[in-house]
């Protein structure tokens, strides 16, 4: 929190220089009541943008950490999201200045999939946008269709064909951030923030020790796993030998016994879904992975292992593998 008040303050005094009528202000709402009420304030700290003078419906920011993407943020939302490239050079030149930049490649500068771009870019201020219609740049990547092309460290990694109705704009926002992170991300504090910054609400977790001898298979095949479904559901990987992970292995009830074990948590409903096989490979995990996009996936109520006495008192020991049979 104070790390964040202290890049929210470095950029309202670079932007003062360059953009003077952007106001930045504080506000301590625990002295404030009826403005935490009335700007519905539940999570600390909270950045909101007023437009044109108006209370009603600021905009939130969230997960933006660092003065130079409040600064972008900021500046996509009173200016423009994307910049226009005319030549090659131009896209050269954004595409090799910075690890990660997107490129929609149009040819026209407007319908559903144009605004649906400048929308995204909105969102992602961690990496810069641009557009173009220029036939010369498209015939320099070799591209046909209105395309959305991400490029890591000045190479394409992704294309996404646009067609206007066929996208949105929180679909394009998940896939690209996802590009922030590696395939599979490792949990541990570092990447626990980052993890959550990407709004990908279905994660799929690998609880696996890092030192077993079938380690390096089981890994390939969940990235390749995590290749097919990008965007949708977030890969990540915890080391069973690291005692700092201990905390998750409980909230999953995984024990050493059970590894390798993969589990699907939906973080709004926080359901938590067990992988029907017991072998990790890309079969098993694109077929558990599909069936729970498609809601056919088994709900996992971890229980307790049932008590030798649980019959032997007046009061019978309820854990939830013989919930059903005693109860109903």
């Known amino acids: 929190s104070q790390n964040l008040s202290k890049e929210f303050t470095e950029a309202a005094r670079q932007l003062r220089k360059e953009a003077p ?5 504080k506000i301590d709402v625990t002295d404030q009541h009826d403005l935490r009420k009335e700007f519905n304030i539940q999570h600390f700290p909270a950045v909101k943008l007023f437009v044109d003078g108006s209370r009603k419906d600021p905009i939130d920011c ?3 950490r660092e003065a130079s993407t409040f600064i972008t943020w900021v500046k996509r939302r009173t200016g423009p999201s994307t910049v226009l490239i005319n030549s090659t050079a131009q896209a050269e030149a954004m595409i090799n200045t910075e690890d990660l930049a997107v490129i929609g490649f149009f040819k026209e500068l407007h319908g559903d999939s144009v605004d649906v771009l400048c929308e995204t870019a909105k969102e992602v201020p961690e990496m810069p946008f641009g557009m173009t219609t220029s ?34 704009k929180l679909d394009l926002t998940r896939l690209i951030k996802t590009f922030t992170l590696d395939l599979v991300t ?25 030192s077993s001898q079938s380690f390096n298979t089981t890994y390939e095949d969940y ?18 030998n690291e005692p700092r992970n201990g905390r ?9 016994a059970d590894v390798p074990a993969v589990r699907i948590l939906n973080l709004t409903s926080d359901a938590k879904y067990k992988m029907p096989a017991d072998e990790v490979t890309v079969e098993n ?15 996992h109520l971890s229980s307790e292992e049932i008590p030798e006495d649980w019959d032997k008192l007046p009061v019978k020991i309820l854990v939830g593998k013989n919930f059903n049979r005693i109860v109903f």
């Open 21 to 25: 009528r952007i106001q930045f202000g």
């Open 62 to 64: 969230k997960g933006v």
């Open 135 to 168: 036939e010369e740049v498209s015939a320099s990547y070799a591209i046909q269709k209105s395309t959305l092309v991400v490029f890591k460290k000045g190479k394409p990694v992704h294309n996404e064909v646009l067609e206007d109705g066929s996208q949105n």
């Open 186 to 210: 490792e949990y541990n504090l570092e990447t626990s923030m980052k993890i959550f910054d990407v709004p990908v609400e279905s994660h799929i977790l690998l609880f696996a020790p890092k």
């Open 223 to 240: 990235k390749s796993a995590a290749a097919e479904f990008r965007g949708k559901i977030m890969f990540v990987f915890l080391d069973t």
């Open 248 to 256: 998750v292995f409980e909230y999953f009830r995984i024990t050493q």
């Open 285 to 299: 995990l694109s077929h558990f992975c599909q069936n729970y996009l498609d809601g056919k996936a088994k709900l």
